[in-house]
C-alpha cells in the first residue's frame, strides 16, 4: 500500500484480556519498529524487526508483550493478560533499511477498561 | 543514558509572530537529531533532520553541540503550524529514536 496502515484503529478490551494488533508496512521496507505513545509522552520504542526477525525487542515491557513479523512484511503485536496501564497508542513505523527515515501509521489505540 | 527534553508542552504564538520550540538533548556522542510533527488527526510524520539542514515549511534546525540544543524556529507563523512537534534523536549506529514529550504549537489568528 502507499502508507503504513494500523488495524485496528480503536481497540477497547477488558482487563486480562489478549489482543492483537496488526501492522502493514510500506512495500519492501525490510525495517519495522513499534513504538508505544501513553496521553502526554513522546512516542517509546517497543521493537525492531529486520525482515522476519526481531534485531531489538529491548523496548518491550514485560513478558506478556510478544510480536512476530513471520514472512518479512505484516507484524502483529501480541499482549497477553492486558492491564489498565497498557492503556495507550500503539504505533507501527517501516523505513527501507535501519538508517533511514521512518513512515509511521496512524496508530491503534488501546484501551483496556 | 540518552533524554530529550521539551521544556514547553503548550507554546501560543500570533499568526505572524516567530516561533521557537525548544529541544535540548543528553547524550556523549554525535546524535542525529529530528523534528517530528502530529497535526490533528493526522498520523506523526518527520519534519526535518539536522543532516539534511533543509528548511521544510520555513521551519529550520541548528544543532549547537555546545549547548546541547536543537531548537526549532520559523520566523512568522501561520495558523497551519498549529500542531504538537517532538523532537527526537537516535544515537550514532543505532536505529531507536527517543523522543520527547512534545510541544502543542497553537497559532492564534
Known amino acids: 500500500g502507499a502508507g503504513v496502515s494500523q488495524t485496528p484503529s480503536n481497540k477497547v478490551t477488558e482487563k486480562g484480556k489478549y489482543v492483537e494488533l496488526r501492522c502493514d508496512p510500506i512495500?519492501?521496507?525490510?525495517?519495522l519498529y513499534w513504538y508505544r505513545q501513553s496521553l502526554g509522552q513522546g512516542p517509546e520504542f517497543l521493537i525492531y524487526?529486520?525482515?522476519?526477525?526481531?534485531?531489538?525487542d529491548s523496548g518491550l515491557p514485560n513478558d506478556r508483550f510478544f510480536a512476530v513479523r513471520p514472512e518479512g512484511s505484516v507484524s502483529t503485536l501480541k499482549i497477553q493478560r492486558t492491564e489498565r496501564g497498557d492503556s495507550a497508542v500503539y504505533l507501527c513505523a517501516s523505513s527501507p533499511g535501519p538508517n533511514y527515515g521512518y513512515t509511521f501509521g496512524s496508530g491503534t489505540r488501546l484501551t483496556v477498561v | 543514558a540518552q533524554r530529550v527534553t521539551q521544556p514547553e508542552k503548550l507554546l501560543s504564538v500570533f499568526k505572524g509572530a516567530p516561533v521557537e520550540l525548544k529541544c535540548n538533548y543528553s547524550y556523549s556522542g554525535s546524535p542525529e537529531l529530528f523534528w517530528y510533527v502530529q497535526y490533528s488527526r493526522q498520523r506523526l510524520q518527520l519534519l526535518l533532520r539536522h543532516i539534511s539542514r533543509e528548511s521544510i515549511k520555513g521551519f529550520t534546525a541548528d544543532l549547537n553541540k555546545g549547548e546541547t540544543s536543537f531548537h526549532l524556529k520559523k520566523p512568522f507563523a501561520q495558523e497551519e503550524d498549529s500542531a504538537m512537534y517532538y523532537c527526537a534523536l537516535v544515537w550514532a549506529g543505532s536505529y531507536q529514536l527517543t523522543f520527547g514529550k512534545g510541544t502543542k504549537l497553537s497559532v492564534i489568528p
Open positions: 524487526f529486520q525482515g522476519t526477525g526481531a534485531a531489538d
Open positions: 512495500s519492501g521496507h525490510t525495517a
